[in-house]
């Protein structure tokens, strides 16, 4: 067995903290100086493109489970079977992962492939029908080099990309072979070579991001991820321009507005114009549509720029359940008696072990089910809040507190751009958000800027089902109602 053949789908791996963490020191920084091993429990997801496989919980070796010697690692009997164990209890993968010496290529050995084979027999005894992930990791240079396959329905699939939350430095080694890098910088991101190197740039050209909405927040954000040289973005928005909308909506022009033209498809156009670097998926659609979740479970990161609450609920899953890294932004106008009282910006940070929006306090149901509904069938914000108190049930917790004007432009563009720096700073590996749930008022002393931390509830799924994918035991938070349109790309 030398690897995958030549025709196999491809595979993504996924790796968040805090297991990603504890994964580089107990197998990579090992104390023994040559190799160290750990199993591991997986999430899968089969895609039209690839296979996507996340990393759930390490079972780590306990004392006299594992050696090492001689460059390789020895796995004895009493480890193999408290694993297996631990996969039946479960619907999960499970995989071996280990190291090679610093500096050497995360090649699989003669040794490695029948180690691979044994393990793969042995544990489709225990757990039928299920994959097999084999991973190698290695420090090279500056890099943390990952090599591996995943063994699916007996076939064996290279591992050819891996996103690793806020670590760009973590690099898939197709076949245990150094990557090409990308083509030299153009003349138009010498700014920000300049400013954060050639390695920036080419951990950006080589990422994706996905945006949940292209209007005035995401068509905002979008120019500011192209031109600093993102690789492909993936435009993501159910709607179509609107005469109100030309207010905000970057990009759009009057004639959108008779041509329906769908807002994913102004972002391609504009950028065609002026970033035809990168490269384009627009989508007409919304999550969690299944075209649409195959499509952001692939990126590197996922920006929500609809403010809304079911669309806030859905992007916070796909953190937590496919271990995508998200940032969620919005803003509002508050107001009364012909006064602006507020001008707010909030960027959420989800990551898949940061409490859920639920937790947080930042979801009312009653408007989630409200957007969910067609359109002639919505309630008007005060009918919604009427109808909350007299149910006795959560109202949204915004429109019942201070009266909304509708969000302007600039509002918008500041959201959007500021999400956008940090989407940069976590691709790049240059810099890291401080904050969790930040809040802008821009018309406070110093912006009025707050962070929110807060703590996931003992009783929430969010905090069980880290990195499950599709064989998670909960349900998504958001069904796709029967109404939703197709998906279209455009």
């Known amino acids: 067995m030398t690897g995958a053949s030549g025709g196999a789908r491809p595979v993504l791996l996924r790796l968040a903290q805090p297991d990603l963490g504890m994964l580089i020191e107990a197998v990579l920084d090992a104390p023994d100086p040559f190799e160290g091993g750990s199993f591991a429990l997986f999430g899968w997801r089969e895609t039209g493109a690839?296979?996507?496989?996340?990393?759930?919980?390490?079972?780590?070796?306990?004392?006299?489970?594992?050696?090492?010697?001689?460059?390789?690692?020895?796995?004895?009997?009493?480890?193999?079977?408290?694993?297996?164990?631990?996969?039946?209890?479960t619907r999960l993968a499970v995989g071996f992962i280990h190291s090679h010496p610093r500096g050497a290529a995360p090649k699989a050995s003669e040794t490695d492939d029948d180690m691979d084979s044994y393990l793969a027999n042995y544990l489709a005894d225990f757990c039928p029908d299920r994959p097999f992930v084999s991973l190698?990791?290695?420090?090279?240079?500056?890099?943390?080099?990952?090599?591996?396959?995943?063994?699916?329905?007996?076939?064996?699939?290279?591992?050819?990309?891996?996103?690793?939350e806020r670590r760009p430095d973590v690099v898939a080694w197709p076949g245990g072979d150094r990557p090409a890098l990308p083509p030299p910088p153009p003349e138009s991101v010498a700014r920000m070579t300049s400013a954060f190197g050639l390695e920036a740039y080419q951990r950006l050209a080589r990422s994706t991001v996905a945006l949940i909405g292209a209007g005035g927040t995401g068509s905002a954000a979008i120019p500011i991820l192209a031109r600093a040289g993102v690789g492909r973005l993936i435009v993501i928005d159910g709607d179509h321009v609107t005469v109100s909308n030309l207010e905000r909506l970057h990009g759009s022009r009057p004639s959108d507005v008779d041509a329906a033209t769908p807002k994913a498809l102004v972002a391609k156009r504009t950028l065609a114009e002026y970033a035809p670097h990168c490269e384009v998926e627009a989508v007409v659609g919304r999550l969690p549509q299944r075209d649409i979740v195959d499509l952001v479970a692939g990126a590197d990161l996922l920006m929500g720029c609809t403010d809304q609450h079911s669309s806030r609920i859905a992007v916070a899953d796909i953190a937590a359940r496919y271990l995508v890294p998200a940032i969620d932004c919005g803003g509002l106008i508050e107001g009364a008696d012909g006064v602006v009282t507020g001008q707010l910006v909030q960027i959420v940070r989800f990551l898949a072990a940061d409490p859920c929006p639920v937790c947080r306090g930042m979801i009312s149901p009653l408007r989630v089910a409200q957007e969910l509904l067609p359109a002639e069938a919505r309630l008007d914000p005060a009918r919604q809040v009427a109808l909350a108190t007299a149910a006795g049930v959560r109202h949204d917790p915004i429109l019942s507190a201070v009266p909304q004007i509708d969000t302007v432009g600039y509002i918008t563009t500041t959201a959007g751009t500021l999400a956008a720096g940090f989407a940069i700073g976590w691709l790049t590996g240059r810099f890291d958000p401080k904050f969790e749930r930040l809040q802008l008022d821009l018309v406070s002393?110093?912006?009025?800027?707050?962070?929110?931390?807060?703590?996931?509830?003992?009783?929430?799924?969010?905090?069980?089902?880290r990195g499950h994918a599709d064989q998670n035991a909960a349900a998504p938070p958001i069904a796709v109602p029967a109404h939703w349109p197709a998906v279209r790309f455009v």
């Open 50 to 89: 690839s296979t996507i496989v996340t990393l759930a919980r390490l079972i780590l070796p306990e004392a006299d489970e594992i050696g090492a010697g001689d460059g390789r690692v020895s796995i004895n009997h009493p480890y193999l079977r408290r694993v297996a164990q631990a996969a039946q209890a």
């Open 136 to 164: 190698i990791l290695s420090r090279v240079e500056q890099e943390i080099a990952v090599g591996g396959r995943v063994q699916v329905d007996g076939e064996w699939r290279t591992v050819a990309r891996v996103a690793a």
């Open 445 to 465: 002393p110093c912006l009025g800027a707050v962070d929110r931390p807060q703590a996931a509830k003992p009783d929430c799924p969010c905090a069980a089902s």
